[in-house]
């Protein structure tokens, strides 16, 4: 643990008449693997994409790597997403028209980095979680667990601080998610990754090396 990688300061955020986010504090340290769970409607997912800058709260602050995001214009904040930041969602999001390196390779591209830097930097991230042979595959080639594991290379391939995966496994059957939960405590131990994890997999949380529970807008 090398100090806090992310704060959320006071965060509130509301949606017409409806407060979803009352007053939520949170730290998390660089290394962690961090839950959050909660019945349906406590605004977890909301919480979560506001830390990710795919949100932003009403009032409140988000420090992230010491940069404080919540300050940032709409361009700083996508290029400090692009750089700093890798999601993993529920559903995979892969672009059905491209390969899997292809579709890992994207982010790095956006961001910038020189093409075959990126290609080298996909295919040892495929190899590494055992899909160097779906290399040339379409999402439709894949099984729901490759694709996610795709959707997990994708998420890296930038070297982010920190990883927000939001229900990684809700689509996964139980031998899939089991896969999950280890590559994620393996990436923490190869690379000291971060992950701040929504989930209702009691199992996952279990895991974790703290659960945070929300209800009703607030951590309890």
């Known amino acids: 643990m090398n ?16 407060e979803v986010l009352k007053g939520v504090n949170l730290e998390i340290q ?6 959050i769970i909660g019945p349906s409607g406590s605004g977890k997912s909301t919480l979560l994409h506001i830390l990710g ?27 400090f997403r692009n750089k700093h930041v890798g999601f993993v969602f529920q559903f995979h999001h892969l672009l059905p028209e491209f390969t899997a390196w292809e579709n890992v390779c994207i982010p790095g591209w956006l961001a910038g980095r020189k093409k075959a830097e990126v290609k080298t930097r996909a295919e040892e991230l495929l190899k590494m979680l055992g899909l160097a042979h779906r290399r040339e595959n379409k999402p439709n080639e894949m099984s729901g667990g490759e694709q996610q594991r795709v959707a997990v290379a994708r998420a890296l ?10 229900e990684p496994t809700g689509n996964l059957d139980s031998a899939n998610a089991k896969e999950l939960h280890q590559l994620f405590f393996d990436l923490r131990r ?4 971060t992950f701040l994890v929504v989930t209702h997999n009691e199992e996952l949380a279990d895991l974790s090396d703290r659960v945070l529970h929300m209800k009703d807008g607030k951590i309890v």
Not at 30 to 35: D, R, Y
């Open 3 to 18: 100090g806090a990688m992310i704060k959320g300061i006071d965060l509130y955020k509301r949606y017409g008449t409806v």
């Open 30 to 35: 660089q290394g962690e693997i961090v839950s």
């Open 53 to 79: 800058t795919l949100d932003k709260a009403d009032t409140g602050t988000v420090i992230m790597n010491q940069t404080e995001v919540n300050l940032l214009n709409g361009k700083q904040v996508a290029a």
């Open 157 to 166: 391939i930038n070297q982010p601080d920190i990883i927000y995966a939001d």
């Open 190 to 193: 190869q690379f000291n990754q």
